[in-house]
């Protein structure tokens, strides 16, 4: 199966921050992967998919890059409500696999 | 609206099995895959399995195989997922979720919609 090395796997920035989350694959996954939020309680929200596309009614201040192995997910300016977990999800081949997450709290 | 709905949360002992639904509306059943996906406390998110409803086509994680049944009925728009022989680290919550890419992708695109999770509680 493929690993999704996700880094950090923790962050503290403040609101107006831009934060950068990165993931690895373990081989080539051309543009197939994924980023979600995830906040307390509730089910995950898809963000980016296609490595770089924006699902309809994401905020643009965040943006997804990356090819081939290695993805980043950018938020330019972080807002209040984005404090919350994030995972990158590979969908290339099965079986599919998560990141780790990456925690982003409030500095 | 595209909507996933699933039962409510369960408690079972080791060794019992468990059948959680999940209910789409909003959009054409037949025409996405539905993935699995769990959640143990305090973790990450586990990929389980996906089913297609046109074809009942089915891939599973290593981990899951042989222990996970996914069946659907169109009838009332429903899949479902059936986990046997329970263990104390099955405790989490489960999740049903839509793929964005329609049955006749051979795989995925991500997931766009997804239930409201189902707690599993597995303890003597």
């Known amino acids: 199966a493929i690993q999704m090395t996700q880094s950090p796997s923790s962050l503290s920035a403040s609101v107006g921050d831009r934060v950068t989350i990165t993931c690895r694959a373990s081989?080539?996954?051309?543009?197939?992967l994924g980023w979600y939020q995830q906040k307390l309680g509730e089910a995950p929200k898809l963000l980016i998919y296609?490595?770089?596309t924006l699902q309809s009614g994401v905020p643009s201040r965040f943006s997804g890059s990356g090819s081939g192995t290695d993805f980043t997910l950018t938020i330019s300016r972080l807002q209040l409500e984005d404090f919350a977990i994030y995972f990158c999800?590979?969908?290339?081949?099965?079986?599919?696999?998560f990141g780790g997450g990456t925690k982003v709290e409030i500095k | 609206q595209v909507k996933l709905v699933q039962s409510g949360a369960e408690v079972k002992k080791p060794g019992a099995s468990v059948k959680v639904s999940c209910k789409a509306s909003?959009?054409?059943?037949?025409?996405?895959?539905i993935h699995w996906v769990r959640q143990a406390p305090g973790q990450g998110l586990e990929w389980m399995g996906r089913i297609s409803p046109d074809t009942g086509d089915r891939k599973f994680a290593q981990d899951f195989q042989g222990r996970v049944t996914l069946t659907w009925d169109t009838s009332i728009s429903t899949a479902y997922m059936e986990l046997s022989g329970l263990r104390p680290d099955d405790t989490a919550v489960y999740y049903c979720?839509?793929?964005?890419?329609?049955?006749?992708?051979?795989?995925?695109?991500?997931?766009?919609?997804w239930g409201q999770g189902t707690i599993l509680t597995v303890s003597s």
């Open positions: 909003g959009y054409s059943f037949t025409g996405y895959y």
């Open positions: 296609a490595a770089s």
């Open positions: 999800l590979q969908d290339y081949i099965y079986p599919l696999t």
């Open positions: 979720a839509r793929d964005l890419n329609p049955v006749t992708s051979f795989c995925c695109g991500g997931f766009d919609v």
């Open positions: 081989q080539d996954i051309r543009n197939d």
